[in-house]
Nanobody, 119 residues
Framework: QVELVESGGGLVQPGGSLRLSCAAS????????MGWYRQAPGKERELVAV???????TYAESVKGRVTISRDNAKNTVSLQMSSLKPEDTAIYFC?????????????WGQGTQVTVSS
């Protein structure tokens, strides 16, 4: 069992910055990727950014240029540095980990941290 714990969420004014962090603990298996998703009220959960172990990094088009994802493979942590925040960035942000055990692939999710962008 793996636990993902997010931190860093909160209230920020439009144009402000925020840094989210996630730490994985427990029985860590081989990790395919770690990243961040978000879900706004009434909307589907969507990918924000993901960093794959094979080196590929992807960002949602809506956050490109404003978000940087960082991953420390040794510590099993992932962070999301966000700047120039907009009200539409308001959502619950979830840390995500994809792992594999041989041919089996699975996912773990954090409980989420609220980000509110408002003046």
């Amino acid at each position: 069992q793996v636990e993902l714990v997010e931190s860093g969420g909160g209230l920020v004014q439009p144009g402000g910055s925020l840094r989210l962090s996630c730490a994985a603990s427990g029985s860590i298996f081989s990790i395919n990727a770690m990243g961040w998703y978000r879900q706004a009220p009434g909307k589907e959960r969507e990918l924000v950014a993901v960093k794959h172990t094979d080196g590929i990094t992807t960002y949602a088009e809506s956050v490109k240029g404003r978000v940087t994802i960082s991953r420390d493979n040794a510590k099993n942590t992932v962070s999301l540095q966000m700047s120039s925040l907009k009200p539409e960035d308001t959502a619950i942000y979830f840390c995500h980990l994809r792992y594999y055990i041989g041919a089996r692939v699975g996912d773990y999710w954090g409980q989420g941290t609220q980000v509110t962008v408002s003046s």
